[in-house]
């Protein structure tokens, strides 16, 4: 049985890539990763305009177009044309299947928290009523993070918790909020303990694989730019932590990807 995974979380629009677009999707196709969930940031005009060159190299990718929270302050004086934009992006996006990423990041403050979470709200409230799931991004906000969710109410719309470095009780959290769990490379370092410990606890059904490409690049590949190709390492890591094979965690993600983002 060869590999067949994909990659639930990559920025492939970015100018990064666009230099080299046809070989990183080459790689990706050749190492086994056979979809993507391309993220696209609703405000940034350059990125969107790459879309369909990603859309026409890798016909396996699936759009999620969000205003990410470092971006939120553009939106303070009226945090509801955050999400009149990204709708208005929706439009023109036949592949687009989630609203994100979107959230909360207090690591960096790039924008008033108040601003965060109401950018957050209001895109929540756009996923219920176009019934899209949510790929969150949430930083050194736990709290705030799951007191929106349960206010807004988000459960019903469903998602992902993307690039989860949190702990178990977190992921606890998490899973009974009724999410999925994304890992990215960060679960290939050896000193990651404590994700290894999520890594093994997320029940087969909840659990999602990602890149993060640009960012992020897992071990060996540490410190240089990361692309889909590499979400096969992901894989592995889990693979061994779980104690079963990296066709059974492809396999299983690419369920909970298509049960979650392809219908
Ligand atoms: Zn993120
Ligand atoms: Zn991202």
Not at 37 to 50: C, P, T, Y
Not at 82 to 105: C, F, P, T
Not at 141 to 153: C, Q, Y
């Given at each position: ?35 993507a ?14 879309v369909?060159a ?55 403050d790039?924008?008033?928290r ?22 969150i991004h949430?930083?050194e ?16 719309a ?5 690039c ?34 999520v ?12 890149t ?9 590949h ?42």
């Open positions: 049985m060869s590999v067949d995974v994909v990659d639930s979380h990559c920025h492939l629009a970015g100018e990064e890539f666009e230099g080299d677009l046809p070989e990183v999707v080459q790689r990706a196709v050749a190492a086994g990763v056979s979809g969930l391309m993220i696209v940031a609703a405000d940034d005009d350059k990125e969107h305009e790459r369909a990603v859309e026409a190299a890798w016909p396996g990718v699936r759009l999620s177009i969000g205003v990410h929270p470092h971006a939120a302050g553009r939106f303070a004086d009226e945090p509801g044309r955050a999400a009149r934009l990204v709708e208005d992006r929706l439009q023109g996006m036949e592949k687009a299947r989630a609203i994100g990423e979107i959230g909360l990041d207090y690591h960096y790039f924008a008033p108040e601003v965060q979470q109401a950018v957050f709200c209001e895109q929540i409230r756009l996923a219920r009523r176009r019934r899209l799931p949510i790929v949430t930083r906000a736990e709290e705030d993070t799951f007191r929106i969710l349960a206010e807004e109410p988000a459960g019903d469903g998602g992902v918790f993307h989860f470095t949190g702990d178990r009780a977190m992921a606890r959290r998490a899973l009974d909020a009724g999410f999925h769990i994304s890992l990215a490379g960060i679960v290939t370092f050896p000193r990651a303990a404590e994700l290894h410990e890594a093994k606890m997320v029940p087969l059904d909840r659990l999602l694989i990602e993060d490409s640009p960012f992020l690049a897992p071990v060996p540490r410190g240089t730019r990361n692309e889909p190709a590499l979400v096969v390492r992901v894989a592995e890591a889990i693979a061994r932590l779980r104690d079963t094979t990296v066709e059974a965690v492809g396999q299983a993600t690419r369920q909970n990807f298509d049960r979650l983002f392809n219908p």
